[in-house]
């Protein structure tokens, strides 16, 4: 379990493809600090298995779903990563709860500066967007971010839009994108929770 607020910024040093999955070494002194084999390390929201780690380097594995789901299918040496190791019991909520298992991709569509905030509206799948609400909570890259904006729901194309701060921008990974990147999308867990007992319940009441 994982708070979206980055702990630090990581640097992929090398991956290693395999037929459906791949191995990549991450570089991040502060999120092996304490590490040992078999914690979790979200990188760029994806949670991670460390298998092996050096002093500020580890390693984990990644399966196909994982690369099917995320945008680790495409990481190569030279990316920088957001990173963040898995909250202890008792710590601080600063953000909100993540679990590190990403929903999705979605794209920047546009990014608008507005005085020190700048404004980046995001792509939505039309399954996800009914999980994704205004001032609600999303992480993007790992990062918990509020909902400032999202589309109308009778649009085709959904979108949703977050307004960042200069701290965040320069924090994570998020201030080095560029319109047409694709980012990890992981919904709030509140919401997915209540939209399937809201779907059993409509379910059991057809049935009756």
Known sequence: ???????????VTAVTRSVSSLRLSV???????????????????????????????????????????STLDTVDAGRRVNLERAAHV????????????????????????DGDWRVLRFSLASDLARLVVDKGSVAVDGTSL??????????????????????TLAATTLGELRVGDHVNIETDIIARHVERMLARDAAEGNNR
Do not use: Y
Not at 1 to 11: A, K, Q, S, V
Not at 149 to 154: D, G, K, L, S, T
């Open 27 to 69: 570089q991040g002194p502060l999120a092996v600090s304490d590490a040992r084999h078999g914690d979790s390390i979200a990188v760029s929201g994806v949670c991670l298995t460390v298998v092996e780690q050096s002093d500020d380097s580890f390693t984990a594995d990644v399966m196909g779903q994982t690369l099917a789901m």
């Open 1 to 11: 379990m994982f708070t979206g607020i980055i702990e630090e910024i990581g640097t």
């Open 146 to 167: 509020t909902v400032s904006a999202v589309a109308p729901a009778e649009l085709a194309q959904q979108w949703f839009e977050v307004s960042l701060i200069p701290e």
């Open 90 to 113: 008792g710590d601080r909520l600063g953000g909100h709860i993540v679990q590190g298992h990403v929903d999705g991709t979605s794209r920047l569509e546009s990014i608008r500066d």
